[in-house]
């Protein structure tokens, strides 16, 4: 294996604005792609105690209108480009990427500043985010899933887990079929909509 200081990195150029916006450019020749990519350090970890989520929640809006177009008008600017808009939000920042073909460059860099830059935030769309969440939390609350049960600890809600598989319903927290250790005393079984009906 290569010594890190023996990889032959591509022509590649940082430059670092008074704004504190760092730019990074790298190319490759031989492929006809520009890709684009916006990232802040402001993530999941930055959420408000009371609001969990509402960084991914703020950042899928982004998608959702710009102060010069609605939400129609930004997937036909994207799909016009015949690109998709990426938006990921990870602890520790939020980014947004396009990939289209080289000579839509500068259309991608503005689209990509426009929706980042100039978000509208309407309070129907903020509504109907907020519809959609709170579909999506009691559908789990509904239906719980191996799937949407596997981020839990192993120790964590044994009922809820035979449940998912079929097994039975859900156990009160802190009877015998559901103590998981070093558990702090509280109900689990009152959470509901009505908790997310205050998110964002």
Do not use: N
Request: charged share 25%; proline share 8%; aromatic share 4%.
């Amino acid at each position: 294996m290569k010594a890190l200081r023996d990889v032959a990195l591509p022509p590649h150029s940082i430059v670092e604005e008074p704004s504190g916006l760092v730019l990074l450019a790298v190319q490759r020749r031989g492929v006809p792609l520009f890709h684009c990519r916006l990232s802040v350090p402001a993530g999941a970890g930055e959420d408000p105690r009371a609001k969990a989520g509402l960084a991914q929640f703020t950042a899928d809006l982004l998608r959702r209108g710009t102060k010069r177009r609605d939400a129609h008008g930004v997937d036909e600017l994207i799909e016009g480009m015949g690109a998709s808009l990426l938006i990921d939000v990870s602890m520790d920042e939020a980014a947004l990427s396009l990939t289209v073909p080289a000579d839509l460059s500068q259309r991608a860099l503005d689209a990509l500043l426009e929706v980042a830059l100039e978000p509208a935030y309407a309070e129907e769309e903020v509504a109907a985010a907020r519809r959609r969440a709170l579909s999506a939390l009691q559908s789990d609350l509904d239906e719980p899933s191996p799937r949407r049960l596997s981020r839990l600890p192993r120790h964590a809600l044994p009922s809820a887990r035979r449940a998912a598989r079929g097994g039975g319903g859900f156990a009160p927290f802190g009877s015998a079929r559901c103590r998981p250790r070093a558990a702090r005393a509280g109900s689990m079984g009152k959470r509901g909509a009505s908790d997310a009906a205050r998110f964002p």
